[in-house]
C-alpha cells in the first residue's frame, strides 16, 4: 500500500509538472493526540493524516474534484463499546444475555485501523440551466450548527461539530428557478431503488432570509441488541430550515417530522442563534428537541445507548442546549468555550478550546472538555479528556 502511494504521489507531481494549468495539487498534513479516561485509566490516542486535495478545469463548463486521505492510527487503537456504558446498563444486559459474557463482549469490540481510501471524487457538468454533479461529495444539508434534523447524509460529532465529513456517493441536480430559487435533486445509490436514499430540496429567499423545504426517503438499519439481527425500515422526512439576520442577530432554524414503517414517528427541532460585539466577541446558542429521546434518564434502555454510540447516533434525552463564546485573544490566537447541556437529566459537557496559528498554513487546536451529571445521565459518567490537533497545509 505505501509503495502504491508513492507512485501515485509521483504521477501527480510529474503531470502536475507537465500540465500546470490542468491540475491543482494541494492538501494538508494533521496529527491529533487525544487523551481520554476510561474506567479509571486514562488511554492515550494519535493518529497521522495525510490528505490530498486534487481540482482541475476540464473544459470550460466540465471540472473534477477529489481528495484521497491516508491515516495511521497509533497508541490505544482497540476498545469495547459496552466500557463507554453506565455499570448498571452495561450489567444488566451481560446478565440478561443468552449467551455467556465472554462471548457476548468481543460482538462490540472496535478496532482502529490505518486507512486509505478516496474521500471525495466527483465531476460537475455546469449548464445554462441545470449543474450536475456525480460522484462521492460533500452533501451539507440544514442550517444547524450542533445539530441538523433535516439532515439524512451526514453525522455529527458533538465536541467537533464543523469537523470535515466523509463524502457521500451521489447524483446531486440544481436547477436555479425564479429570482435567488433553487430546486435540489439528490439520490444515493443502494442495491436496490427502495433502499437508495433519495431527497428534494427547493430553496428560496425571502424577505433577508433563505428558506428551504424538503423531502427525503431513506432505508434505515436497525439493529437487535439481544438476538444480534439486523433489519431495516423505510424513513420518511419532511422538514423545513431557514437562516437570515434579525436586528443584527443571526437567526436560524429547522425542524422534520420523521414517519417511520414499524416504529413510531417523531419530530426533531431546532433554534439557534448568534451575535458579534464590536470587539469581535461572538456568542451563539442553540436549542434542540428530539422527539426521539427520553424525558427521563430512568428510561434510557440498551438500545439506546448503543444507538448513541452508534454511526447514526441519536442523543438519548428530549431538550438541549449549545452554547459557545469566540474571542480573538491575539492576532493569531483564538480562546473559545462551548457548554452542550442535556436539560432533561442535568448532565452536560463543559470544553475549552484555544485556535493558535503560527502562520497562513499551519495551526494548533487545543480542546479539553470535563463532564458533569449523575450517574447514569448521558454524560455524567463520560471520561474527561481533549485533543491536541497540529494541521499544516500545502
Given at each position: 500500500m505505501k509503495t502504491l502511494i508513492a507512485i501515485t504521489l509521483l504521477f501527480?507531481?510529474?503531470?502536475?509538472?507537465?500540465?500546470?494549468?490542468?491540475?491543482?495539487?494541494?492538501?494538508?498534513?494533521?496529527?491529533?493526540?487525544?487523551?481520554?479516561?476510561?474506567?479509571?485509566?486514562?488511554?492515550?490516542?494519535?493518529?497521522?493524516?495525510?490528505?490530498?486535495?486534487?481540482?482541475?478545469?476540464?473544459s470550460e463548463?466540465?471540472?473534477?474534484?477529489?481528495?484521497?486521505?491516508?491515516?495511521?492510527?497509533?497508541?490505544?487503537?482497540?476498545?469495547?463499546?459496552?466500557?463507554?456504558?453506565?455499570?448498571?446498563?452495561?450489567?444488566?444486559?451481560?446478565t440478561q444475555s443468552a449467551l455467556p459474557p465472554q462471548q457476548v463482549r468481543p460482538l462490540f469490540d472496535i478496532e482502529y485501523k490505518d486507512e486509505t481510501f478516496l474521500d471525495n471524487a466527483y465531476a460537475t457538468l455546469y449548464t445554462a440551466h441545470m449543474?450536475?454533479?456525480?460522484?462521492?461529495?460533500?452533501?451539507?444539508?440544514?442550517?444547524?450548527?450542533?445539530?441538523?434534523?433535516?439532515?439524512?447524509?451526514?453525522?455529527?460529532?458533538l465536541l467537533d461539530p464543523t469537523y470535515e465529513k466523509t463524502g457521500i456517493n451521489a447524483l446531486k441536480v440544481e436547477i436555479p428557478w425564479g429570482q435567488m430559487g433553487l430546486f435540489t435533486?439528490?439520490?444515493s445509490v443502494g442495491e436496490t431503488w427502495s433502499t437508495s436514499t433519495r431527497a428534494?430540496?427547493?430553496?428560496?429567499?425571502?424577505?433577508?432570509?433563505?428558506?428551504?423545504?424538503?423531502?427525503?426517503?431513506?432505508?434505515?438499519?436497525?439493529?437487535?441488541?439481544?438476538?444480534?439481527?439486523?433489519s431495516s425500515q423505510k424513513r420518511r422526512l419532511l422538514g423545513a430550515d431557514f437562516s437570515g439576520a434579525l436586528f443584527g442577530l443571526g437567526i436560524w432554524g429547522e425542524g422534520a417530522t420523521n414517519r417511520m414503517y414499524y416504529d413510531k414517528?417523531?419530530?426533531?427541532?431546532?433554534?439557534?442563534?448568534?451575535?458579534?460585539?464590536?470587539?469581535?466577541?461572538?456568542?451563539?446558542?442553540?436549542y434542540y428537541h428530539n422527539g426521539l429521546g427520553k424525558p427521563n434518564k430512568q428510561n434510557y434502555t440498551f438500545s439506546d445507548w448503543m444507538n448513541?454510540?452508534?454511526?447514526?447516533?441519536?442523543?438519548?434525552?428530549?431538550n438541549y442546549v449549545y452554547l459557545g463564546e469566540m474571542y480573538p485573544l491575539t492576532e493569531l490566537l483564538n480562546g473559545s468555550t462551548y457548554l452542550i447541556l442535556n436539560i432533561d437529566d442535568g448532565s452536560g459537557l463543559f470544553f475549552p478550546w484555544f485556535d493558535f496559528s503560527l502562520n497562513d498554513n499551519s495551526e494548533i487546536l487545543l480542546v479539553g472538555y470535563l463532564p458533569f451529571g449523575s450517574k447514569e445521565?448521558?454524560?455524567?459518567?463520560?471520561g474527561a479528556g481533549g485533543f491536541v490537533r497540529v494541521r499544516v497545509y500545502f
Open positions: 501527480l507531481g510529474l503531470f502536475r509538472q507537465l500540465y500546470p494549468q490542468e491540475l491543482q495539487i494541494y492538501g494538508y498534513y494533521e496529527n491529533q493526540f487525544f487523551p481520554q479516561k476510561l474506567n479509571g485509566k486514562v488511554m492515550l490516542q494519535d493518529y497521522n493524516k495525510l490528505r490530498l486535495d486534487l481540482s482541475a478545469d476540464i463548463n466540465l471540472t473534477f474534484n477529489g481528495d484521497y486521505i491516508y491515516r495511521t492510527y497509533h497508541g490505544a487503537t482497540t476498545f469495547n463499546l459496552l466500557d463507554f456504558l453506565p455499570y448498571r446498563i452495561r450489567n444488566d444486559y451481560l449543474n450536475v454533479r456525480i460522484g462521492k461529495q460533500q452533501l451539507p444539508w440544514g442550517t444547524g450548527y450542533a445539530w441538523n434534523p433535516t439532515d439524512l447524509f451526514n453525522d455529527k460529532n435533486g439528490i439520490v428534494l430540496k427547493i430553496k428560496k429567499y425571502i424577505a433577508g432570509f433563505d428558506v428551504s423545504l424538503s423531502y427525503a426517503e431513506k432505508s434505515q438499519s436497525d439493529y437487535d441488541y439481544q438476538t444480534f439481527f439486523e414517528n417523531y419530530t426533531q427541532v431546532l433554534m439557534g442563534m448568534d451575535y458579534t460585539f464590536e470587539n469581535g466577541l461572538y456568542l451563539m446558542a442553540e448513541m454510540l452508534g454511526p447514526e447516533g441519536e442523543n438519548l434525552a428530549q445521565s448521558e454524560f455524567g459518567e463520560f
